[in-house]
């Protein structure tokens, strides 16, 4: 278990310093989703190219959560050894270059491996660019990890799109994804360039390979646990909901994965002001009876325009889940980084157990029971925000809570 830290220098800087460390992170975000959102839509011709059954692919779609948690822990190391703007553009890079691994695999045999090594760049970049989020906001004495996670939704939602626009042309996903590896390495290498340059002390250890966490971040890993399975199933499985149960082509079933997309990148854009009006416990269990009645339009649906109403109203209502949990593990105890990295192991936990769940399921029964599991876990999020309740902690000069008014419920 890694803990997520940056490079601790606590020199003041320049409010135009850090508004432009502000928008550099925040399209930091946004490149990083837009890798996952091209990766999505062209799962389908992967699946189809490799030869492989709905099981094997999600046994497949498991190795990236794999390689996310077993390289986390390097990323603390990295940026402690090497600065933390230094660090986040070497594995964001490393990310973005690592989306046209999948679809250069022949087969099984080759795709595990090479969406092993596409999860662990996936990992290690998603610690360094949070971690430097957290100390943005800490900076600039205002939330903005939600619009953060918005700015990645975003992204998503633009590599979704485009990921639709090539499937529809039928174009090759080795040339399409290997076209959005070499942009998305270009507009990492920029956008990295005005992030905080924070640089470890002298006399700084580095930062444990591994801290169990304390008690307080496991219910609130739960509820994260909860909103990560949902958006695993969205993202990596809404195309080929579309594609076998209700027999679409190629170029809708892809749209799909575009509408969810689109909805958890708006919700998460206006997550803040909506939390801080109403307050993370009633945000979340708003939350959960979206992500629910989605579910249920996609498990009833019977025409591909209601599974995709269901697949916009799951993400609407999940979108802000994660944010909520980071923030709230922070102010949990005494230990901050230990809690949050507790609550982000669990979530990554959910993202292995996820697409094999689904697809194991799927192979013994349909994807429709999938989903059904899928909108169990969201009503759970009804009951579990509860957890999210939890006292203000602020220190002179920090940020004030991200998730809002915590005690309103």
């Known amino acids: 278990m890694t803990g997520i830290g940056v490079p601790h220098d606590v020199t003041p800087l320049p409010r135009d310093e850090l508004r432009r460390a502000r928008r550099s992170v925040a399209l930091v975000f946004l490149a990083h ?12 011709w992967i699946q189809d190219h490799t030869g492989i059954s709905p099981g094997q692919l999600g046994l497949a779609l498991a190795f990236p959560a794999i390689g996310a948690s077993l390289a986390m822990p390097l990323a ?37 491996p090479a969406l092993l090594l596409y999860g662990a760049a996936s990992g290690m970049s998603d610690v360094a660019m949070n971690a430097l989020g957290v100390e943005t906001e800490d900076r600039l ?37 290997a076209t959005a590896a070499l942009v998305l390495t270009a507009l990492g290498a920029l956008t990295c360039r005005g992030v905080l340059d924070l640089r470890s002390a002298p006399e700084e250890h580095p930062p444990p390979r591994f801290a169990l966490p304390p008690k307080s971040a496991l219910l609130i890993g739960a509820i994260g646990f909860c909103a990560v399975f949902a958006e695993g199933a969205g993202l990596d499985w809404s195309a080929v909901y579309l594609r076998d149960e209700l027999g679409t082509d190629a170029g809708l079933a892809a749209a799909s994965t575009t509408a969810f997309a689109c909805t958890m990148a708006a919700a998460r854009l206006a997550g803040d002001k909506v939390v801080a009006r109403f307050g993370a416990v009633r945000t979340v269990r708003a939350g959960g009876v979206l992500a629910a009645a989605g579910g249920l339009l996609i498990v009833a649906a019977r025409h591909p325009a209601m599974a995709m109403g269901g697949f916009g109203l799951m993400g609407l209502g999940i979108a802000v889940v994660v944010p909520l949990a980071f923030a709230a593990a922070g102010r949990s105890g005494p230990a901050p980084s230990q809690a949050i990295a507790g609550v982000a192991t669990i979530t990554y936990t959910s993202g292995l157990i996820a697409p094999s769940a689904i697809g194991g399921i799927a192979q013994a029964t349909s994807l429709t029971t999938s989903f059904l599991l899928v909108t169990v876990l969201a009503c759970g999020l009804v009951p579990g925000a509860r957890v999210l309740r939890v006292p203000n902690r602020t220190t002179a000069g920090s940020a004030p809570a991200v998730t809002g008014d915590l005690e309103r419920s």
């Open 33 to 44: 989703g837009a890798v996952t959102g091209n990766f999505a839509t062209r799962i389908p």
């Open 76 to 112: 603390g190391r990295i940026s402690h050894r090497f600065g933390a703007r230094t660090a986040l553009r070497g594995l964001l890079a490393l990310w973005t270059l690592s989306l046209v691994l999948p679809a250069l695999s022949p087969g099984l045999y080759a795709l595990c």
């Open 141 to 177: 004495g205002k939330p903005i990890m939600s619009g953060l996670h918005g700015m990645w939704s975003a992204g998503a939602l633009l590599g979704s799109a485009a990921g639709t626009v090539a499937a529809h042309a039928e174009w090759d996903a080795r040339l399409h994804l």
